[in-house]
């Protein structure tokens, strides 16, 4: 797996842990993504070896499948992903200037699924309107 | 430019031993003997000496924020005469076929061109580990065409194509005054096709992550320097940052010094130990002292067992298969593709 946690705790889940210890993220849990195998070993099994393979160098290298995953961890909002691909990133090449802009491109493509929605919205304007 | 070293500082980590004792002190998976016998490898010994590499002292104009020299402008360590003209004999009378001249700056060093001519003389492979800003210093402008007319490979230091990455870890200006120095070497016909003149390029991770493949990372640098700034080079070799000195101190600071042993730990790379650089290197530092690596002749771990301790005592048959002297920091020659001065091992 590709995952893996870089070790360094956001601060802000860090305060959240020492005020109550209990938290719906936590970087730790990023270390025990296999845990999910326990139950349904043969469909975790599955996953890996598919999941393993997307990230092979394909027809597109190491380093672009690992910015098109940082940036999608950015569209799904995963901070496993975010932490497991900033260093994926950094570690198949990628300057944190690239990086940044695959984020930027993640962040326009959502920005522009909700303003492309505005159609919509004038559609139904339009229908009610005099 | 910040220039600032660990001596400069007083920090307790100038200290090698406290460098060898806070390495130790961390609760890793499996100790680096460990990892080796799981490799099949109960005793890694050299394989003979392919390349000498010498460290010719410890200034240098530069004092990045991950050398594992602890190299700096107020260094006083320079390879005396006698010891310079120890390791030349010793060149001269043995087959091995590489002189690898390293720092600090190697070029500030008295008799840095004395040392060229008389290796090249005796027909030898002549490696400058060049920081590149040097050529920016007063006399030292003519170094690059010192170093094409002794057909010199010039192995660069130049951790990203990215300025911002380059200065974090070099110092400002760092990155336009060696842009400035590769298209001086370029004009001279240094890392052009077929000009003889080999230029490599080096880079670090600028931070507490591993390299990335050197080949898909070499393939990236020659398209984006070209494009960027028209510069051509012959090889890049991607070298993981040793968790010693004062990239030991930034992994302290910066709280990632556990979390970046973890993952040397558990990168371990069986297929690795074959190709260690330690294997067929020979080290000398500058007082003449013999280590079978730069990094352990930092950490001050010397040749070990019954073997000659300095220069003035070699010779290739108590050498050549010496065992070798290892520790944690061991492992980030053998994390992923594996690690030396000349780049990935596998």
Partial sequence: ?130 | MALRTLLNVRSPLADPREQRARLQALPLQKTFHEALESAGTRDLRATGISVLQINVGKRCNQACRHCHVDAGPDRQEVMSAAVVDACLRFLEVTDIQTLDITGGAPELHPSFRDIVVRARAAGKHVMDRCNLTITGLPNYADLPDFLASQQVEVVASLPSYSARQTNSQRGDGVFEESIVALRRFNALGYGVENSGLLLSLVTNPVGAYLPAAQRALESDWKRELQRRYGIVFNRLYTITNMPISRYLEYLIESGNLESYMDRLVAAFNPSTVDGLMCRYTLSVGWDGRLYDCDFNQMVELETRGDVPRTIFDATRNALDHRSIAVGPHCFGCTAGAGSSCGGATT
């Fill in chain 1, 1 to 130: 797996m590709r995952i893996r946690s870089t070790g360094k705790p956001l601060v802000y889940w860090t305060k959240l842990s020492e005020m109550d210890g209990d938290t719906y993220y936590h970087p730790k849990d990023l270390g025990r993504f296999s845990e999910i195998g326990k139950d349904a070993p043969e469909l975790w099994e599955k996953f890996n070896a598919w999941y393993s393979a997307v990230f092979k160098e394909g027809a597109l290298s190491e380093r672009e499948k690992a910015l098109i995953a940082l940036a999608v961890a950015h569209a799904v909002q995963c901070p496993y992903c975010i932490d497991a691909y900033s260093t994926a990133s950094l570690e198949t090449g990628s300057t944190p200037e690239q990086m940044t802009e695959a984020v930027h491109v993640a962040a326009a493509i959502r920005g522009g699924a909700s303003l492309v929605h505005g159609v919509q919205m004038r559609n139904r304007v339009d229908k009610l309107s005099m």
